[in-house]
């Protein structure tokens, strides 16, 4: 049984391919994590620093 990881997306990414990397691994549509992010970020305040932690500390996809 293979493990599942969350990994930065190499293929849906428009910045540092954190939401598309959340998105394959809750097996959701990316808009979704996208406007998760932008809610958090202007209502929060702590999605930015969500996902620079994120972006900084998620190894990168392999590309196979």
């Known amino acids: 049984m293979a493990q599942k990881r969350f990994y930065l997306s190499s293929t849906d990414k428009k910045i540092g391919g954190v ?3 959340l998105a394959e691994y809750f097996e959701i ?3 979704l994590v996208r406007i998760a992010f932008l809610i958090l970020t202007f209502c929060i305040g702590g999605g930015l620093l969500f996902y620079l932690v994120l972006w900084l500390l998620a190894p990168k996809q392999s590309q196979i």
Do not use: F
């Open 19 to 21: 939401c598309g990397g």
């Open 29 to 31: 549509d990316p808009l």
